[in-house]
């Protein structure tokens, strides 16, 4: 698989290298308005590749992206410490329609896939942009929040993380949800596993809520200490890399511009999602509690708002 990322910076270059060590790709192209770093990034990853399956490794301009099976975008302004993600968004929106009509220029059959924040309203400009079919143009989501809370879950309880089917749903940002509804433990559902938990010292479901809030404050907290988020995005985005490359069809929550939700039409978030080669083969039903659901609701309609404030300057 051949792959483009606009934007070598932090979230750029950890993709590539998570991309490169896990051996999913033949090329990697990462393009960058600042050219010079794009080379520096390509030359610096290709010393590695000794060490990995041989891939070709380039750095330059948009050209790269001609022939490309997924266009990654991670350029834009990222948070400075206590700035919200719909803050980036002004500026944000315009370097992605920019960047989406020179992909488009070079490449019409790719698959996009946003990364830069805010994500949610970005993937829509991508979409509206592009003019792709919506399940070839998604976000990142909320899979880093998932990976999030199913880590803080599993690190509270003692448990492999891998063993925790835990889903943080709607918007990448202040608004999303914990789908603790449909959250469990090898089966069990998470409320029966607490109750039956003899854990000391543990709140029981009071640990879930706080354990919720951290994961939604992590990338403050991240920012706060070291200026940025990259590591964690970057396998992230990686395993999303894999499912398409092996077409794997696997439970991802990437944000897709919806059609088949009352209240929620043309708008994107993130809910479990199957992925394969072509993109987003399906969405799961959403199988959520009533309070959960209106949560949802209320999520989609703050991506809304934010995407009816800079629809008119794309
Ligand atoms: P960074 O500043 O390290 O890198 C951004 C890069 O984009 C820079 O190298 C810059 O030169 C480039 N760029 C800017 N405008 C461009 C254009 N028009 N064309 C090509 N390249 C351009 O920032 P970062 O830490 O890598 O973060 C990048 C984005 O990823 C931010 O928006 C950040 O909020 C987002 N992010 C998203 C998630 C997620 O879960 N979706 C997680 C972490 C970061």
């Known amino acids: 698989m051949n792959i483009s ?18 051996g999913i790709v033949n090329e990697i192209n990462l393009v960058d308005i600042n050219k010079e770093l794009a080379e520096g990034q ?10 990995t399956r041989p891939i070709v490794i ?3 301009g948009y050209d790269l992206v001609t022939g490309s099976d997924i266009v990654i975008v991670t350029a834009g302004k990222p948070q400075k410490p206590g700035e919200t993600r719909l803050q980036l968004l002004e500026s944000n929106a315009s370097i992605m ?36 079919p919506r399940d070839r143009v998604f976000g990142s989501g909320t899979t880093l929040d998932t990976a999030r809370l199913r880590q803080n879950i599993a690190q509270h309880c003692k448990l492999d993380p ?21 959250a469990n433990i090898g089966g069990t559902p998470i409320k029966s596993y607490c109750k039956e938990c003899k854990k000391e010292d543990c709140p029981g479901q009071i640990a879930l809520k706080e354990i919720f809030e951290s994961t939604k404050k992590a ?23 894999e499912v398409i490359a092996g077409n794997q069809h696997s439970v991802l929550t990437v944000s897709t511009v919806h059609n088949k939700f009352d209240k929620m ?8 999602s199957v992925v394969g080669s ?37």
């Not at 934007?7 to 060590?21: E, K, T, W």
């Not at 698959?111 to 970005?122: G, M, Y």
């Not at 063993?163 to 943080?168: D, E, G, L, Q, T």
């Not at 200026?227 to 995005?233: K, L, N, P, R």
């Open 5 to 22: 990322i606009v934007g070598a910076g932090m979230v750029g270059s950890s993709i590539a290298y998570a991309s490169m060590i896990k």
């Open 97 to 132: 329609a920019n960047i989406v009509s020179e992909v488009m220029k070079r490449n019409k059959d790719t698959i996009l896939l946003i990364v830069s924040n805010p994500v949610d309203v970005l993937t829509w400009v991508a979409w509206k942009k592009s003019g792709l």
């Open 265 to 272: 039409i043309n708008i994107p978030f993130s809910v479990p």
């Open 219 to 241: 990338a403050y907290q991240i920012i706060q200490k070291k200026g940025s988020t990259c590591f964690g995005i970057g396998l992230a985005v990686s395993r999303i890399l």
């Open 162 to 182: 891998r063993s925790v089917h835990a889903y943080v749903l709607g918007e990448h940002g202040d608004s999303e949800i914990a789908s603790w509804s449909t």
């Open 58 to 60: 380039n750095g330059g």
């Open 42 to 51: 390509a030359m610096d990853l290709k010393h590695g590749n000794p060490y």
């Open 278 to 314: 072509r993109g987003i083969e399906r969405i799961l039903p959403l199988n959520i509690s009533e309070e959960e659901h209106d949560k949802l609701v209320n999520s989609a309609e703050i991506i809304e708002k934010a995407i009816n404030k800079i629809k008119n300057s794309i």
